[in-house]
């Protein structure tokens, strides 16, 4: 069974770059046809899909945060990493990794950006 865990610390100030960790356990991350996600849910409100990096490498990013979203793996430890710059408080949310057909997901963690 495919199991994702996300790390990285649950406060940021503003300016500052978010970054996270997804541990995948279970499964290669390169395994052929595998796409994994972030996704985050602000308080109060839905899901908001952030992009991916797939089986080949190439990540996809929303085209909403693009401009400061990158995404990325270390395939010798089975993981992939969210960098999020220039944060704000409206980047306050649970951030979650997941693997499409978002089957298996990790736990959540919260991130808070505050000064």
């Known amino acids: 069974q495919v199991q994702l865990q996300e790390s990285g610390p649950g406060l940021v100030k503003p300016s500052q770059t978010l970054s996270l960790t997804c541990t995948v356990s279970g499964g290669s991350i390169t395994s052929n046809y595998n796409y994994w996600n972030w996704i985050r849910q602000p308080p109060g409100k839905g899901l908001e899909w952030i992009g991916y990096i797939g089986y080949s490498g190439s990540a996809y990013i929303s085209p909403s945060l693009k401009s400061r979203t990158s995404i990325s793996r270390d395939t010798s430890k089975n993981q992939f990493t969210l960098q999020l710059s220039s944060v704000t408080p409206e980047d306050t949310a649970v951030y979650y990794c997941?693997?499409?057909?978002?089957?298996?997901w990790g736990q959540g963690t919260q991130v808070t950006v505050s000064s």
């Open positions: 997941a693997r499409t057909p978002f089957d298996y």
